[in-house]
């Protein structure tokens, strides 16, 4: 025995025993013994399927879960090594098939319906052939087994060229069955088949000039595609059977676009108002408006006077259609969703205004789930027919303004879908852009108690539309250029408002995008600036940025807004790139390396030291009075958040150390001493460390500010105290700003030059220090005791 012969006997005898080993028991073992079948096939597809073919023909009683998997095994090799087998081989597999299909009249799917997919697989290659074998067991006059048409059927979408030669003729063997037909199986499986033949036909004719033969034409078929569609739509689209009429009315949509014109006009008035009030029926949606799309896309591009009269019925009932939450685990579901879509598409082409009104009075409605489906439609029609509905943008944009204060929160979240879809196609500019995109910040923001409530379901929906706010914001920012122009002064704009300011990372992480296109411009908010009242200057962004970073860990604040400035450098000063080129990524990799490790005291030190090289470097008086007095502005956006402001008085502070304007100075201690008042023990240290910073160069202004203060807020108030009623209130603020002076006047010993220091202290202010530090514990306690009480 030759080594090829051999070779050839040993691959047998493991098909041999791999086909024998399918008989067992356990699935897993079947569905491995499979696999070795399938991977031995690459190679060897012909003897597998032959050994296959001849141990069936060797066995008639296998049982059913043996031969499933047999049948099953030759499927798969077939439709993965179609190409390679021999024609021999082809021809056996065609007439087992034919044979394994057709020998009982019962349906039996688990092993008819693999067999069905031998011969669709191999009619990828051999269309003449599996058809031949197939129209041998369909002869006129004797209804044929359902199997044989299913398999022509599912041929004709599997190979559309080789199937259309065959399609007339075929048609012309059914046709004088299908008046006759009573079984609704029967009826099934003739409509499904007369829908593929008809949907290859108009695939052959798409693609003309690739296909064998150019000269096919749609008169060609239109007599039996007539005859068949009078009987499938005026009598089988009747049948009480939900799942044949489904197929009936798939085979009516394939059927539509190759009837005549004439015939089409005459249809439309009949078919349409059957569709919609097959609607009422207990037949699946999707099937219903896939047909009706079909019908609509014929009767409008022909004459639309014939969809005209049934207009209003026909938007009313798909609108009602349109889900206001499409469900993806239920497929059918989100198709005949978008199907109903694709039909606003297809009547918005030649009824515009009729769809437009319908759509801003639906989006008027008080009725959440109206409001919803109006912008389902309206981001559809934005993002598939941009061209067609262009001359009623103006008016779908004014509505969608209108919506922008919504509080039922799905509407947001299908707003916002609606805000995307105009952003995309570059609608958003003006005060339009504006106002959306400030309602994608508001919405970045966590939501106050308040509005989430104890509704666990509505706090859960208030968080998912945060993140999707997040993450809408920044893939606007980063994929949609349209938008850029507007997105850059206002989310300047909105980093510079106290609301948005939990939304500040957010909105720092967008402007490190865009920032970074434009990092080598100068001057980049011009083209823009009408978006926002006042043009922003370096001082307004620098100062807001100082002070949020008093939070660096804040949301992940820190390295976004570190990031954008190293990238807005050019905006604040030409002098400072190579400095903040340096500087901001050490200050990046600090809060990087010690963020679970975190130490405030440092990361103060860090960042002041930081703003005062900037000073340092720019080193121009103006320059540094200018972020000072902005910085001032600001004190007030920092009502609600004492750490941030303890940050501003403390860059305050580093700015009048590098300031000679005493009249700057003397303003600037006054609005840091004037955070004595505050409510907690933190933003009393941030006061006197702010102090204690600027006694560093006016150590003799600081001490006579601090003077004043104590002879106006303690000596004058407590004797004040003495001739009234004891007041809580009062006196809590009397004691916490004695705690606070009493903090400036350390962090003044400690900042201050010694030599300069001594010389200043008066014997009142030491005598007085001491005295309020023997006082200090039970004064302490006190504030404490009250702050918790709730008095402010």
Known sequence: MTDSRAKDFHIQVIVGTLIEAAADRDHAVREVVIT???????????????????????????????????????????????????????????????????QTADYLPDQQLPTSGILVALGQAHCIEVMEGLLRQFQPGVYPHYTILHTMGALASANVFGIVPFVKATLGTMLPMVGLLRNDAMKQVFSYTLGRFCDAVSEYLANIDHAPDPTVKKEAFSSEINIAYDVLANTWIHIREPKVCETVLQAIGLMFPLLPSEKVTEQVPRLVPVLLGLYRRSVDPYPITQCLSAVLDVALSLNKSTVEPLLDNLQNIMFDLVCTSPDYAQPETAKNHYEVLRCFNCIAGHFLDRVIELLIQQLKNNNDRERIKALFVVTHLVNSSENLIHPRIANLLTALRNMLGEHNVKVKKVLLKAIVAFASHGYLDGTEGKECVEFIVKHCCPHPASVVGKDLNNSSLLEELQGTCANTLYLLATTVPHIENTLWPVLLHCLLASQYTPACSHIARCLVYLATKRKDQLNFTESSAKLIQEVIGPHVILGRCLALLGCPLKSGRGIYILQFLRNYVLNVSRHLKPLWEKKIPELVCHIDRCKDNWDERVWEDHLLQFLSETLTEVDEEKWSVGLGVKLMEQSSLYQSYPEERGMLFKCLAVIVCHTTDTQFISQQLDVILSSMRQNSTNESKACARAVGICARSHLELVLLKLEKMRKEELIRKSSRLLNFMKDVKHEVEVERVRLTLLLCYGEVALQASDTQLLPQLEQGVAQWVLQQMQTAKGSLQLYHRCCDSGHP
């Open 36 to 102: 070795s079948l399938r991977r031995i096939a690459q190679k060897h597809a012909s003897v597998v399927l032959k050994d296959m073919v001849a141990y069936r023909m060797r066995n008639p009683k296998l049982t059913a879960s043996h031969l499933i998997a047999l049948l099953q095994a030759m499927e798969q090799i077939c439709k993965e090594r179609f190409q390679d087998i021999d024609d021999d081989v082809v021809h056996q597999l065609i007439e087992f098939s034919v044979e394994e299909m057709t």
